[in-house]
């Protein structure tokens, strides 16, 4: 007689975790750093973030305007797209919408483009309604170089690749450019709940 005992049901990590976890990820200890090159370290007198549409720049930013806007605390999930993720990082930092406000700028695009050259597309939509901010902060600390201080992008709903660290530059457009990564195949949106990694998934 083989009793009916139900089995499986034990789980090393809260069931929380593994319902926040996107298809393919997995839980990661300490904070990775990822990038394509060097860290640049750009002085803050000589910072400055533009918002522009084509070659009609918006707005200008100094490192000092920029810290006048208002900053919101963010607490999110992040996923890289080489299957780590983190829970509950948290953020303080400018919101897009923020940023846009008064711009004038009404496109379907945008790409950020950073330091260093690295570059990202998104979808505005993607970017706007409270989804995405230019992040100043990590831990309640400066942002580091190398996680992309003075000021990163942070769309945490997407793969951390367009999370653009070290963003000078906000352009929008007409057209869906495609940035770094994306030109080498990596997926136009990135969303990891779609698993979205490759331009063919
Ligand atoms: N400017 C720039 N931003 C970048 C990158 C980069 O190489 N350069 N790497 C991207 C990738 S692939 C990931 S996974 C995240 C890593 O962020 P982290 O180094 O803070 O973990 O930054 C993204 N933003
Ligand atoms: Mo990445």
Known sequence: MSPSVSRGFSRSRPATDDARLPPGQHLVEGFP???AGPTPH?????WNLTVRAGNDTARRLTWP???ELPSETIT???HCVTSWSKLDTVWEGVSVDTLLEGSGIDK??????CDGGYTTNLDVADVTGGRAWLAHAYGGEPLAPEHGGPVRLLVPHLYLWKSAK???ELVFADENTPGFWES???HARGDPWREQRYSDD
């Open 65 to 67: 305007e920029f810290r």
């Open 33 to 35: 750093v990822l990038s």
């Open 108 to 113: 379907p695009y945008v790409i950020a483009v």
């Open 166 to 168: 070290w963003v000078r």
């Open 42 to 46: 750009v002085p803050l007198d000589q």
């Open 184 to 186: 080498l195949g990596y």
């Open 76 to 78: 999110a999930d992040i």
